[in-house]
Each structure stands twice: as C-alpha cells, then as structure tokens.
C-alpha cells in the first residue's frame, strides 16, 4: 500500500540478529514474565516491546543496543 500508515508487528515475531529490515535498538527494561521474557527497546526515537524466551532475556541488559530485526514477513501495515 501506499500513503501514510502504520507498519506493525506483532511482539512475538521482533527477533535480535542482523538481517534486512533490522535497525539499532537499545534495551531500556526487561521483565520476566514466567513462560516469557518482555523486553522493552528504543529504537529511532520510538518504543518497540518484544516476547522472548526467559534463557534468552537473561542474557540482555538494560541499556545494551542489539540489532533488531523485523522479519517481512510477520509486518502488516496498518494505513491511516
């Protein structure tokens, strides 16, 4: 589509790793949530949260940038 929109994703599909569709993201909270792991990043200015395994989550820290890839495949636009 074109014109002004939304891109989304759901929180379950963000993945850390390099890739196309990736951008510099700096954790800024992290919270354990049993079966998962929450991580809160900034990345351009915005907020993305992502779910995560909890092995996975405890080897981020707060404050370290990763690189955060959006796989195009689970992206939807949403337009205005």
């Known amino acids: 589509?074109?014109?002004p929109g939304w891109l989304t994703i759901r929180p379950e599909r963000c993945q850390v790793g390099a890739g196309p569709n990736?951008?510099?993201?700096t954790v800024t909270t992290k919270t354990f949530l049993g079966t998962q792991t929450r991580l809160t990043l900034s990345a351009e200015g915005e907020?993305?949260?992502m779910l995560?395994?909890?092995d996975f989550g405890a080897t981020r820290?707060?404050?370290e940038?990763?690189?955060l890839h959006f796989p195009?495949?689970?992206l939807?636009?949403?337009?205005d």
Request: positive net charge; aromatic residues 4%.
């Open 52 to 54: 995560t395994t909890p």
């Open 22 to 25: 990736a951008t510099p993201a």
């Open 61 to 63: 820290s707060v404050n």
């Open 76 to 79: 939807w636009v949403l337009k």
């Open 72 to 74: 195009a495949h689970a």
């Open 47 to 49: 907020t993305i949260t």
């Open 1 to 3: 589509p074109s014109g």
């Open 65 to 67: 940038i990763v690189p």
